[in-house]
C-alpha cells in the first residue's frame, strides 16, 4: 500500500514526464521508502506503457541487493537483467565496466534509469564530474529515455553540485521536483522520531610540565587546539561512557521490542576491533563487526538483519540505503564529521517497524559541528547546505522552529558522575595533537562525563500516511 507521499511524487514525476521533461529529483528522508515508490513509479510506466525497461543504480551491493528485492516483488517477475526480466540493479561502480555496446543497446528502447542516493555523483558539466557523475553526464543520460534520481540527502561535502540536480538561482541553492521532509514524516508517523543524546566533558585538564590547564566542554578542549577529536574517540573512558549510554538504552527499547538492534560506526577497523571487545567483555553484548577486510561483509549486514545479535559494528558499511528497520540505537563515533554523513547515519535508526517501541536514539559526542547538526536536524535542508559555498561561521546555527511550526528542541541535561577517569601519556596516542603538532611530556584527564539530549519534533502525529 502505497503512502500518502508516495503517491504524490509518482502523480507528479508522471506528469513531467508527459509533459516532455525527462529528468525527476525526488529527495524524501532516509527511512521514508523512496526504493518502494521508485518500484511503483516504474510499474505505472510500464503499464501506461511508456518504458520498455528499467535500470536501477545504487552505491552499493547491499542497496542494489534490497532495490533487485523490491522491484521484483512489485514487478511480479525477476529483476536481474536476464533475459525475460524488465531490468536490472546495478553499483555506480559498475558503470566503469559498462562498456560502449551496452550504451548503444540501451538506446534503442524506452530505459528509465533510477540513480539511488544520486549524491554520490558529483558534477554539472565536463569539469567538474566525478568518476560516476562522468558516466551519467556522458553515457546515461544521452542512452536513457527518463531519468529518476532519489535522495535523501541531496548535497555533497565537497560542496560540487549533483548530477541532474538543477538550481533556481546563481548562488546554486538546491531545488527537487518533490521533497518530503523528515519534520512531515515524522509527523505522518513515517519515520521515528530521532533524539540525539551529546556526550560531554565538564572537567578534563591538560598537564605539562607541571602546568594544568582545565576545561569545561570537549567544545573547548577541541577547539582550543589541545586535542583533536580523534583522541576523544580512542579515549577510554569516554568509549565506555558512551558505549554504557547506549547499551542501557538498547535493553531498555528490547524489553518492549525484543529484535531490536544497534549500530556503531567506527572510525577505523582497529577501532571497531576496540569497540567490539569492550561491548564483548565490558558489557556482554553480542556484536559482529562489518569492515572490508572482513569475508563477505555483504552476507554478514544479511544475517545481521534477521537475526537478534545486538550490534553492528561498522567502518563505512552501513552508513546509507542499507535498510535494516530493527535498528533503533546507534552511535556516531566516526572521525568524518560532515552533516550529509551525520545525517545518514542518522537516517539507519528512522524505519519504523511493528514494533511496540519505536524510539530511535543516536549517540555522539559533543564535539564541534556535531553540536551544530544536532541542533538543526528539523531543517529539511540545513542552512550549512543550501549553497554550494559553506557558509560556517560560528557555533550558533540560528535554528528557528517556527519555520516549521513546531516547538523548539527539548534540551534535557542529565549528569553522571564516574569513578572512573583517564589518565595517561597522550604522546603515545598517534592521534593527539598540539597546534597541529604532536606533544610529549602531557597528561590528560577527562572526569564527569554528562549527556545533553535533543528531542526534536514535538508535535501530534497524524496517522494518514
Not at 66 to 73: K, N, V
Not at 263 to 273: D, E, G, N, P, R
Request: proline share 3%.
Amino acid at each position: 500500500m502505497l503512502r500518502t507521499w508516495q503517491k504524490q511524487c509518482i502523480d507528479l514525476a508522471l506528469d513531467k514526464y508527459c509533459d516532455n521533461k525527462f529528468h525527476f529529483l525526488a529527495q524524501a528522508t532516509p527511512g521514508a521508502g523512496k526504493t518502494f515508490m521508485a518500484a511503483n513509479l516504474a510499474k505505472r510506466m510500464f503499464d501506461n506503457p511508456i518504458i520498455d525497461f528499467v535500470i536501477c543504480f545504487s552505491p552499493s551491493k547491499s542497496v542494489s541487493s534490497s532495490i533487485t528485492e523490491c522491484f521484483s516483488t512489485v514487478l511480479g517477475c525477476p529483476f536481474d537483467g536476464k533475459i525475460g526480466t524488465l531490468g536490472s540493479s546495478i553499483t555506480y561502480q559498475s558503470l566503469r565496466y559498462l562498456g560502449e555496446h551496452f550504451w548503444e543497446t540501451l538506446s534503442k528502447y524506452r530505459v528509465l534509469c533510477i540513480f539511488d542516493e544520486i549524491h554520490h555523483c558529483a558534477g554539472d558539466n565536463e569539469n567538474n564530474t566525478n568518476s560516476w557523475g562522468h558516466h551519467i553526464l556522458c553515457e546515461v543520460q544521452k542512452a536513457s529515455t527518463y531519468t529518476l534520481a532519489l535522495t535523501g540527502t541531496p548535497w555533497r561535502s565537497d560542496l560540487t553540485p549533483v548530477v541532474l540536480s538543477s538550481y533556481s538561482n546563481p548562488e546554486g541553492e538546491i531545488v527537487c521536483d518533490y521533497q518530503y521532509s523528515l519534520t512531515q514524516a515524522v509527523k505522518d508517523g513515517v519515520c521515528r522520531r530521532p533524539t540525539i543524546a551529546l556526550m560531554d566533558c565538564e572537567q578534563s585538564t591538560i598537564e605539562t610540565n607541571n602546568h594544568i590547564e582545565s576545561f569545561n566542554s570537549l567544545y573547548k578542549l577541541v577547539t582550543d587546539g589541545y586535542v583533536n577529536y580523534s583522541t576523544v574517540l580512542h579515549n577510554n573512558s569516554a568509549l565506555i561512557y558512551i558505549l554504557e549510554s547506549a547499551v542501557s538504552r538498547l535493553k531498555l527499547v528490547r524489553t518492549e521490542s525484543p529484535s531490536a538492534g544497534g549500530l556503531i560506526v567506527a572510525s577505523s577497523i582497529s577501532h571497531a576491533k576496540i569497540i567490539s571487545s569492550l561491548l564483548a567483555t565490558t558489557f556482554n553484548q553480542t556484536t559482529v563487526t562489518v569492515t572490508y577486510k572482513e569475508d563477505d561483509p555483504h552476507s554478514r549486514i544479511e544475517r545481521f538483519k534477521s537475526s537478534n545479535t545486538e550490534w553492528i559494528v561498522s567502518v563505512g558499511m552501513v552508513s546509507e540505503g542499507t535498510d535494516i528497520p530493527r535498528l533503533q540505537v546507534c552511535c556516531h563515533l566516526s572521525n568524518i564529521k560532515t552533516e550529509l554523513y551525520f545525517r545518514q547515519i542518522l537516517g539507519r535508526i528512522l524505519r519504523t517497524t511493528s514494533s511496540r517501541n519505536q524510539e530511535a536514539w543516536l549517540y555522539t559526542f559533543a564535539a564541534p559541528k556535531l553540536i551544530e547538526f544536532a541542533e538543526e536536524i528539523e531543517q529539511d535542508i540545513p542552512n550549512s547546505c543550501l549553497f554550494l559555498k559553506e557558509e560556517f561561521d560560528t557555533l550558533d546555527t540560528g535554528l528557528t522552529s517556527s519555520d516549521f511550526g513546531l516547538a523548539a528542541p527539548t534540551a534535557v541535561q542529565t549528569k553522571h558522575q564516574l569513578s572512573m577517569s583517564f589518565r595517561g601519556h597522550i604522546n603515545s596516542t598517534p592521534a593527539f595533537s598540539r597546534n597541529n603538532n604532536t606533544s610529549t611530556g602531557e597528561q590528560l584527564s577527562l572526569k564527569e562525563f554528562n549527556q545533553r539530549v535533543i528531542e526534536a519534533f514535538h508535535y501530534d502525529r497524524q496517522t494518514n500516511a
